[in-house]
């Protein structure tokens, strides 16, 4: 079975979470650039004297695919590394992955992570 | 011309070889007088403090697009352009005259159109050297309105008044004052040395009344009647703007004494000193007032120093300068907040810098001017009476008037006709692509998700390890 873990973290984090996954030997991640709000619901920043509300925070969002034995351990790293303890630390998500393919070479399922 | 341009030479090498052997004295020496020199140093100077005007401009269109949303920025440079370019053409052709012109009466000057036979000349300087000092200020004046009009004015619309504020409304307030005029007619002359009133208060009001005549941006105000920010899309724009100002403004002051003589460090130094104390007044006023030394408007507190002192700058002490520079600089931030309420959306704080500050540094003439001059009384602060402060209340009053009267009516009738403001979806979308036909910042450089740093500064600024809690 293979599983995709998903992240949504602080963006200053990724270092972090990087360095932390791969010294637990995942070997490759994809992060892209995101925005959203949690249950905090955005924050206020000033200018010029008058407050305005970002709804949209920016956040990166770190995808792993990788085999239904590594994804707690994933999971477990980058709640570690993410973790600030303050607000809009973030979410982690596992799913299940039906099919996978390494376009290189065309191997399917585990051979291909 | 020719002849001028031999003695500038000969000057220059004569006063170059005395310095080192005073018997090096040349034959040619004899045909150069000291008087020769020194009109020749005044052009000099003048000239290059114009330039340092012009330089303004850039200050300008810097300060307007950092503190301005990035979907109008190339908006907001072409109106810069044209201030200049439109506003040049339109001083040139009558302004000059309209301000200079010795044939007119004491309210509206004639002569010399199109800087021809009979155009101004001041004191030992050429009429070329008299007149680009002069355009650089009346592009000044212009180029102040753009900032306070911004994100949602139609280009055409803003082309005509330009033109017609540096073609007629600007050159007639000179006139009055600088063009020997009825407020330099008073039993005790009216006084704005460098253009407080003159340049910046006429910039002031006009951008006021176009502000008024256009309403707020869409979203400016939240549905509770709030006031909301708007933030700009370059701090470091705003803030290198600022400083480019600050600069041009060694032309605009020390330049303003039309000649180089033994006055023009003393106007440097109180131009200095109240642009810092103008800074440091909004910083620690807007501090107090929302716990952050926001820098937009510690950039404003700097430019509403530079504002107040620009009428007193000859004539007050570098400590009268401070507290001018000190008192702009929190009443920058006081007005801001007031056109705030009122609904009155300007997005770079032009009129609260150039037109509240240009008439307050205006009326402090008559309170810090420190001794008799010819062209000014001794201040009330300084025992010399009210005399000089009643002539500068007549003159901010006036000029505020006149300009708000003219001003508002050209912006009706452009109204009427071509239209003053952009279609809702142009003002939502960005006024670059629907009036210019091209974004300030191309694709290459905006991709449809505006991309944040990555693992640039702020990652790099953190410390990766920093999450690794247990």
Known sequence: MIKLVTAIIKPHMLESVKDGLKSTGVQGLTVTEVKGFGRQGGHTETYRGAEYTVDLIPKLKVEVVCSIDDAERVMDVIRKTAHTGKIGDGKVWIVDVERLMRVRTGEMGEEAI | ?470
Not at chain 2, 136 to 165: D, H, Q
Not at chain 2, 179 to 199: C, E, I, K, Y
Not at chain 2, 207 to 233: Q, S, T, V
Request: hydrophobic share 50%; glycine share 14%; aromatic share 10%.
């Open chain 2, 1 to 470: 011309m020719k002849r001028t341009r031999r003695w500038a030479l000969g000057g220059a090498l004569t006063t170059g070889l005395l310095l080192l052997s005073s018997e090096a004295a040349w034959a040619q020496e004899a045909t150069i007088s000291a008087e020769d020199v020194q009109t020749n140093l005044d052009n000099v100077f003048v000239l290059v403090a114009a330039v340092l005007v012009i330089l303004m401009q850039a200050g300008f269109a810097l300060v307007e697009a950092g503190l301005t949303r990035a979907k109008s920025v190339a908006n907001i440079m072409m109106k810069n352009l044209m201030d200049f370019s439109a506003g040049a053409v339109a001083f040139f052709a009558v302004g000059y005259a309209i301000a200079f012109g010795a044939d007119g009466n004491d309210f509206f000057g004639a002569g010399g159109w199109f800087l021809g036979d009979g155009a101004f000349q001041y004191g030992t300087l050429t009429v070329p050297v008299t007149f680009l000092f002069q355009v650089a200020f009346a592009a000044t004046a212009a180029t102040i309105v753009s900032g306070a009009m911004a994100e949602r004015t139609r280009f055409k619309s803003y082309f005509i008044y330009s033109i017609v504020l540096s073609a007629l409304i600007y050159p007639v307030v000179v006139h009055w004052n600088w063009g020997g005029g009825w407020l330099a007619q008073l039993s005790t002359p009216f006084h704005d040395f460098a253009g407080s009133t003159m340049v910046h208060q006429t910039g002031g009001v006009a951008a006021l009344m176009g502000a008024i005549f256009l309403g707020p941006r869409i979203g400016k105000y939240g549905p509770d009647g709030k006031p909301r920010a708007i933030p700009g899309h370059s701090i470091p724009f705003a803030v290198l703007g600022t400083f480019v100002l600050l600069v041009g403004w060694y032309g605009f002051n020390p330049g303003s004494e039309l000649a180089a003589d033994g006055a023009i460090g003393g106007i440097a130094v109180t131009t200095t000193l109240a642009a810092v104390s103008g800074a440091i007044m909004a910083m620690l006023t807007i501090w107090a007032k929302t716990g952050k030394p926001d820098v937009a408007m510690t950039a404003n507190g700097m430019l509403a120093g530079l504002v107040g002192v620009t009428a007193g700058c000859a004539a007050v002490s570098n400590v009268g300068a401070i507290v001018i520079g000190a008192v702009a600089g929190v009443l920058v931030v006081a007005a801001v907040f007031f056109f705030d309420r009122v609904r009155v959306d300007d997005p770079v704080g032009a009129i609260s810098v150039h037109g509240v500050c240009g008439a307050f540094g205006t009326i402090a003439v008559g309170l810090f001017a420190t001794e008799d001059s010819d062209f000014w009384k001794q201040g009330l602060l300084y025992g010399g009476g009210t005399d000089q402060l009643v002539s500068q209340v007549i003159g901010v009053v006036a000029v505020g008037a006149f300009v708000a009267v003219t001003a508002g009516i050209l912006f009706a009738v452009i109204k009427a006709t071509v239209g003053l403001r952009v279609s809702e979806e142009e003002e939502l979308a960005g006024l670059d692509v629907p009036e210019h036909g091209v974004p300030g910042y191309g694709p290459d450089i905006t991709p449809v998700l505006r991309p944040t740093p990555l693992v640039g500064d702020r990652a790099a600024a953190s410390v990766p390890t920093a999450g690794a809690t247990p």
